[in-house]
């Protein structure tokens, strides 16, 4: 017996302890599920992308490029459409999409730091970022989802006209049978793309909104303001204000007038310090089962300032305390795996944003969405 033998496990010993170790890892397991997804998009992308954009020059050995860029490569290339879903020139034909993206430029009533009507666009530039797989999902979306994006609603500078328009968008999407996912816009747009959804649900529509701020006034400065969507959205009868959830709420920027209207309509309000108390899934849990209560579809909100200020610097009213990214990934991917009905993600407002990080976290938020519901089985019905 050498010294050594009582310092530590031998060689083999090691060796099996490893194995085990390695066997509960994620990261591992994850890797093996990677080989069963298909790829057949991917290679008809290719396919299309060498027909339509030339065969690359004869000195390019990698004959999958081409001359002109017509597919995700390279990131910093290409027209930036969401996550590069094909840009829909013809509205008419959302209907044989899963999901369309559709951008809502416009941010008139905001009340603070304007900007959010280049949200859509500097979504979309950072999309370019992403591919369609996820990791931690095993999905890659455009494996499994029929993706559009349909481009921005013609907004004006007329808050009730602008939300006639979004409302016409979003009811032309939502009546056929199309996941509508907004890209804001100012937390305005909440109201005309809820008014949309539930004029075309036979039944409760429940709302999961994720917010620093309550935004349940009747007016703000005498309009119906970014501030105000859940007062008007919960007067639809079929939208009642027991099935308005908020989640994230808090802090030193929640006008007194619209907490009156908590008590008042009851609605559910949910704390960063309830969070903290329960955890995100069981936070997420309470969220559902209010949110769904008699209902036949549920909407989701997320304001971006829902999230920690230090994360996203580019919003119109920071407010620091929020979801923690990791948080709030967690969060929407719960609520997203019991189905939703369509989302919004507003008040990105690149002006202010910081090495388009508030873009990238909505990005992010709206990938996971969609990879959580296709994982529960609740999108992709379309996809042949
Ligand atoms: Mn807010």
Redesign the pocket.
């Known amino acids: 017996m050498g010294f050594f033998d009582n310092h530590g496990l031998s060689f083999r010993q090691k060796k099996a302890l490893e194995s085990e170790r390695t066997t509960d890892l994620l990261g591992i397991e994850k890797a093996q599920e990677e080989a069963k997804i298909p790829e057949v998009e991917g290679e008809k992308e290719i396919e299309r992308s060498l027909r339509y954009g030339l065969e690359a020059a004869p000195s390019i050995g990698d004959r999958t490029i081409s001359t002109f860029t017509r597919e995700p490569r390279p990131a910093f290339a290409g027209i930036p459409t969401f996550l590069r879903s094909p840009f829909l020139e013809d509205v008419r034909r959302v209907g044989e999409y899963d999901v369309a993206f559709i951008g809502v430029p416009f941010d008139i009533g905001t009340t603070y730091r304007a900007g959010a009507r280049f949200g859509p666009e500097a979504i979309r530039r950072i999309s370019k970022l992403y591919t369609s797989y996820s990791y931690e999902y095993q999905v890659d979306l455009k494996e499994s989802l029929k993706m559009c994006d349909v481009g921005d609603v013609f907004t004006i500078a007329n808050i009730e006209k602008s939300f006639d328009q979004i409302y016409k968008a979003v009811s032309h999407v939502f009546a056929q049978g199309t996941l509508p996912v907004m890209l804001g816009g100012d937390?305005a747009i909440g109201y005309p793309c809820l008014r949309a959804i539930a004029d075309n649900v036979d039944g409760k529509v429940g709302i999961i909104h994720m917010?620093?701020?309550l935004?349940l006034q009747e007016k703000d400065m005498d309009e119906r303001m970014?501030t105000t969507p859940w007062f008007h959205a919960t007067n639809i009868p079929n939208a009642p204000p027991e099935n308005l959830v908020q989640v994230g709420i808090g802090g030193w920027q929640v006008p007194r007038e619209a907490v009156k209207n908590v008590r008042k309509f009851n609605t559910t309000v949910i704390t960063m310090g309830d969070i903290e108390k329960h955890g995100i899934d069981r936070i997420a849990d309470i969220a559902l089962e209010k949110a769904w209560k008699g209902a036949k579809a549920v909407y989701l909100s997320v304001?971006i300032?829902?999230f920690d200020s230090g994360f996203v610097p580019g919003t119109?009213?920071p407010e620091p305390g929020g979801f923690l990214p990791r948080e709030g990934i967690q969060f929407v991917s719960r609520v997203a795996s019991e189905g939703i009905c369509g989302m919004e993600l507003v008040?990105v407002s690149p002006p202010y944003d910081v090495s388009d990080q508030t873009a990238l976290l909505g990005t992010r938020v709206i990938s996971d969405v969609l990879a959580a519901m296709v994982k529960a089985g609740k999108l992709g019905k379309k996809f042949t």
Do not use: A, K, P, V
């Open positions: 937390h917010d620093r701020h935004d970014h304001d300032d829902s119109g009213w008040e």
